[in-house]
């Protein structure tokens, strides 16, 4: 099982001996919008003001998530979290413990439209748009997580929360982030399929997306 908790207001998450507090915790990710990433061409923002981190924890057996956001409450100011179904269409990289992984890691929170059943949105979402999304961009890690309920009480209504990993040139090169080659003309290609695939299960709109640099810490 795996949960994932969003931050604001965050002090030093890697100094924090995370995997050793978080009570239950098998394994933990932090993601933090760091200056590595302050001048991302893409910073989207539907919350009251932009998440700082995300922290994903994998539970050994028995999940304690209040024991665990109440860790997180004493390093943010505010902490929300959700319990999650991880699918991993491309497997990220694995690099060593509180080694910075290569790239940019984008997070993005998705919220389902009204118009659509959670069956319809999660087929147009995983089904349909994954292979479109990993043709048009320059994807080397791609991590989706269905969201399965809350795990704070305080949590917002969020359907799943997407990372995928660039490279670190794509933090303000578009043909870096789509993969063109530079050539204008598959770029203008491939972001109108994309588009076009976001628009179907609503991540056009009501988005969060949050910039971020990866660390695994255990």
């Known amino acids: 099982m795996k949960s994932i908790f969003a931050l604001w207001g965050v002090r030093d998450l890697l100094a924090a001996d995370l995997a050793r507090r978080l009570p239950g915790a098998e394994a933990v990710q932090v993601n933090v919008s760091d200056a590595a990433v302050e001048n991302a061409m893409l910073r989207i923002t539907t919350f009251d003001s932009p998440v700082q981190a995300v922290v994903g924890v994998w539970w050994a057996a028995d999940p304690q998530p209040d024991a665990s956001a109440d860790v997180l409450g004493t390093l943010a100011e505010r902490v929300v979290g959700w319990h999650v179904e991880e699918v991993t269409p491309i497997v990220p990289p694995v690099v060593a413990p509180l080694v910075r992984s290569p790239g940019l890691a984008n997070i993005a929170f998705l919220r389902k439209p009204e118009d659509l059943s959670h069956a319809e949105w999660l087929d147009r979402w995983r089904t349909h748009h994954t292979p479109i999304a990993i043709e048009t961009q320059a994807t080397f890690g791609y991590v989706q997580n269905l969201v399965t309920g809350p795990a704070t009480n305080d949590a917002p209504v969020i359907a799943g929360i997407v990372e995928e990993l660039f490279p670190i040139e ?41 910039p971020t640099s990866r660390y695994r810490l255990h």
């Not at 203008?188 to 056009?204: E, H, K, Y």
């Open 170 to 210: 794509a933090l303000s090169d578009p043909h870096a982030f789509y993969g063109s080659g530079g050539d204008d003309a598959e770029l203008v290609r491939r972001i109108g399929l994309l588009m076009t695939s976001v628009a179907t299960f609503g991540g056009d709109r009501n988005l969060d997306l949050v």
